[in-house]
């Protein structure tokens, strides 16, 4: 048999032990009241629906009215509502609405710093594309690419990709094609280390105008160099190779300081993303204190203390 507080097989509240049962509401009557409250549609009256709303505002239920669906959980809103309850322990209905407004202002105020964080997050993503980004379309005519991949680690390793199938060639061939030494003179450019440059010699005997002004007119190639093409030509792309490894090394170092520099730049949002996440913070942190500063009052009076003195609750963008 049930005890105080529990609730019987037929659903009566037996309110003391051993009640007899020809006290036990009839079951049709249960049943009955069961049909009814089933038909009961709430409040109907102004006051009532107010009231009933200021019940769901008590219990932490209005966080549906305040979370932004998908991306904030109404769980964490109803425990800072109820955090905020515990600390000001509110009475009446003015004292309520107080601290619900503090517990949205404090809510929005989380909103504003995630939307900081989306914005340094997004500036170092933009950062971080523009770099990958140099790695060119060499199809573009107007982008100098001896210039550019010389100045980051992906750049270098497309020019030593370029090396390595050259040795590549070289060694499954013994011979080099006009067209690696055109890929070289593309990526490397009129420069002293394009190994396309003495690959031309080697093997077509040609030497470009400028090279060969520097060189003498009547300069013969170096001695040891027509008996065996080659294994010079072997050599020189290893020696290459050699220096992109080297330059790669010291580009490395600058590009790690230079991104250590610029997500240190990235720390706070840029431009008028930042001016419009202060106005957002200024506007909410000056409703929330004048929120504090009411309930403060309100609550001295309850209690029969002197109000504090009047705060200026003004939040300028620079505090």
Known sequence: MPGNGEISSDGDLARENGR????????????????????STGPRTTEGKLASKFNATK?????????IPGQEDPLEFEA???????????????????????????????????AELGEIRN???????????????????????????????KGIGRLRSAVEQATFELGTKRTISRETCDTLDKLFGDNVDNPGLMLRLW??????????????????????????KIACA???LELCR?????????????????????????SIPNGPELERIQRYETAIKRDMYRAIDQLERL???????????????NVSKDD
């Open 80 to 114: 800072l509502l109820q955090e905020l309850w515990d600390d000001w322990t509110p009475e009446g209905r003015t004292e309520i609405s107080l601290v619900t407004e503090i517990a949205i202002a404090q809510w929005r105020l989380r909103r504003a710093h995630r």
């Open 20 to 39: 007899n049962d020809d006290h036990r509401t009839p079951p049709k009557q249960v049943a009955a009241n069961r049909r009814n409250a089933m038909r």
């Open 234 to 236: 072997r050599e020189h």
């Open 59 to 67: 219990h932490g239920l209005r966080a549906s009215e305040i979370v």
């Open 123 to 153: 500036g170092i993503l933009d950062a971080t594309a523009s770099d990958s980004a140099e790695l060119i379309d060499d199809r573009n005519p107007f982008i100098p690419l001896p210039e550019v991949l010389k100045k980051s680690t």
């Open 299 to 313: 609550q001295r009076r309850r209690r029969g203390e002197a109000p504090p003195p009047t705060v200026n609750v």
């Open 242 to 266: 050699e220096d992109l490894e080297r330059l790669k090394r010291k580009v490395r170092q600058r590009e790690k300081l230079a991104g250590e520099i610029k997500l240190q730049r990235l």
């Open 203 to 228: 093997f077509f005997d040609e030497m470009p105008d400028w090279l060969r002004k520097a060189m003498g007119k009547n300069t013969p190639p170096p001695d040891g160099m027509k008996p065996d």
